[in-house]
Each structure stands twice: as C-alpha cells, then as structure tokens.
C-alpha cells in the first residue's frame, strides 16, 4: 500500500493508494518541523492517523510545510518510520514541490500555493528548477491566508475599517484590544494558524469593496514580489492550489489578466493530483 500526504500549516490530508485506486483516506492536524519534534508527531500520527490504515504500508510520499532542508525532512522521516516500521520507501519532500506536481503535472509552470501560507516555485515537469524564495509568516506570506488575517487585525486594530465593517466584525468576534492580539502573535504557537482564521471574514464579506480591496492587495503583493520576478513567467502558465486561491479565483484571474499573465489550473487542495501523479508515476 501507498500513503501519500499533502501537511500544510493547518491541515493534513492522507490517502491510502492500491494500484490506482484510493482505498482509504483521512484527515489530521497539519505537522511543520520548525514548531514540532520527531516524538510529538509520531504521537500524533499514531492517534489521528494509524487507525485509518488496515493494511501494511510499504511507500509513503509525505509533502509538508517546513520541509526546507535535509535536516527538517528528517525529522518527518523519523516520526513516520516510528509509525510505520515496515516501509521500504519514504520521500518526503516540500509542500511547494507537491504543489507542483499536483497543479502541473508532468508539463512545466509556475507552482503556487495560495493557502495558510504562500509559496511558489518554477517546475520544469519533473523538478523544482528555479525558485523565488519565500520568507515565511512574519517577512512574506503575502497572498495567503495568513497575511489577509494579519492585514484584516492591522486594519482593525489601526482604526482603519469602515464603521459597517467594524460593526460586523465586533458582531462576530466581539471587540478586540491590541494586547490580545500580540498574545496571539508573540506568545502562543502558530501565529500564522490564527491569523489565518480570519480569512473567512474576508470571504463572507467579500461583496464590501473594503474586503475585495484587501484581497486584492494581498494577491497584488504575491504577483510583484514573487511571480514577475521568474524570468519564464509570461510564457509558462501559472497554476495554483489552496483555498484561499481557490475561493478567490475570480479576483485572482483578474489580476493576472492585467499583468499580461496565463493561469492554469486552480485546485483546492493537491491531494487529489498529488494521487494522480504518482499513481501514473509508479
């Protein structure tokens, strides 16, 4: 049996493959080496994730956050090889290679991940080939969930939105001073989990120009900060997976049309094409 997984900072999602076919699949926490050891996720897969798998597991192809070295994919590597102790072949590599491999395929493009956090890379059909680096939560995500909940709070917390959106914002989530939102940012883990919270806010009052406004500008910072600085990218498509590229396709397309830009395919998720590929693959 294969497993195959996509971990972002939020989530992970997990298919069992026989041949073709997904014969199981499942749900976990998402799992990131820079916040995690190898023992506290291997706790964790055997709660959430080891229940699901009724039969033996010989490959696991694991794409991850924080998965920016040799070092932090061993620490994957180890927790999943104390789960699974009769695998003959683990790979595990980044989230922004799965990205790749979901969206484009075998063809080359621009991968992009437009979820949690923001990332992108050129992939030549079979490898990551070129690459933009990101700089994380705190010096990048721009385009992500991640930095709309930061740039809904900054807006909030400066005074900055409209009165009706400030009223429907305290409606939901009651009114907020700044020392509870620097806790959240400074003190508790996964600042970047509980900004991204808030971008559902955005998504359900998108139709206010002051919400579209902040989405746009976020995708705005994506596109002139990474994509235009690849050197093929107004001749290879650009394709994307995450929710929050994803539900706001529209504002995405637009924005890429006015940057002389082609866009690909847009999935929710990787897992799916992730199956795809490596099932053709193997």
Known sequence: MILIADSGSTKTDWRIVDGNKIVGQTQTVGFSPYYQDANSIATELQTSLVPHCNDRITQVFYYGTGITNDEKA????????????????????????????????????IGCILGTGSNS???????????VP?????????????????????????????ANIRQ????????????MVLDNAYYKPFPNRYFATFAK?????????????????SFRLFFEKYILKYPM?????????????FYYKEILRELAESKKLQIGNILVTPIDGLVKYHTNAI
């Open 74 to 109: 061993a620490v994957l590597r180890t927790a999943i090889l104390k789960v699974f102790k009769e695998i003959e072949h683990i790979d595990v590599q980044s989230d922004v290679l799965g990205a790749a491999r979901a969206s484009c395929g075998h063809q080359e493009g």
């Open 121 to 131: 890379c050129y992939f030549d059909g079979e490898k990551i080939a070129f690459q």
């Open 134 to 162: 990101p700089l994380g939560f705190w010096l990048g995500d721009e385009g992500s969930g991640g930095h709309l909940g930061k740039s809904l709070l900054l807006a909030y917390l400066h005074k900055e939105m409209p």
């Open 168 to 179: 429907l914002f305290e409606a939901q989530y009651g009114a907020m001073d700044r020392l």
């Open 201 to 217: 806010f955005i998504s359900d009052n998108v139709q206010d120009q002051f919400c579209h406004d902040l989405v746009g500008d």
């Open 233 to 245: 990218c107004f001749e290879v498509k650009l394709n994307f997976v995450g929710s929050i590229g």
